[in-house]
């Protein structure tokens, strides 16, 4: 009688083995999906003036170093040893530099939002630098009021987020 009594038991931790095993790969294959998801935004989006914008050139230590392009305000602070007080892109910082980047140019006249007169070369630059470099590697933080405000200070109704090219929620919000 007791050898038919062990043969449940030895099935009944066989499968327990069995499932705790499954169970730990399944814990362990979904652990990796977890790690990948974005952590949340801890500050909101803003909107940055240009003299707001001029807090964040990276000559105060401690301070984050922002960075806008095509009006969409980027947090470039993983990057001082690139943008930083003395660094040799320091003078990208603290403004709104799309004609800079679009003639990956640091010459002073370039450091503005204007892009009028730039070629089709320099735009499709900008272009391929905004979103494959700004917008895959730094946080967006806010936009410029030129991107969202008309010259006298009225709402520009036309500006729409989600009209914007290549607009993706999570990377803007």
Do not use: W
């Amino acid at each position: 009688m007791n050898g038919v009594e062990a043969c449940p038991d030895r099935f009944t931790m066989m499968t327990l083995q069995l499932c705790v095993t499954l169970f730990g790969l399944l814990v362990l294959g979904l652990a990796d999906d977890v790690k990948l998801k974005p952590k949340p935004a801890t500050k909101p989006v803003r909107l940055f003036t240009d003299d707001d914008l001029k807090k964040y050139d990276g000559s105060e230590e401690g301070q984050p170093i922002y960075m806008a392009i095509k009006g969409v305000v980027f947090d470039v602070t993983m990057g001082k040893e690139f943008y930083g007080k003395g660094a040799p892109y320091n003078v990208l910082v603290g403004k709104d530099s799309t004609r800079a980047v679009a003639k990956m140019s640091l010459d002073p006249a370039d450091l503005t939002s204007d892009i009028t007169g730039l070629s089709e070369e320099q735009i499709q630059s900008l272009e391929g630098v905004f979103e494959g470099t700004y917008k895959k590697k730094y946080p967006i933080v806010g936009y410029t009021t030129m991107r969202i405000l008309n010259q006298d200070g009225s709402p520009n109704d036309d500006f729409k987020p989600e009209d914007q090219p290549h607009f993706d929620t999570k990377d803007e919000f």
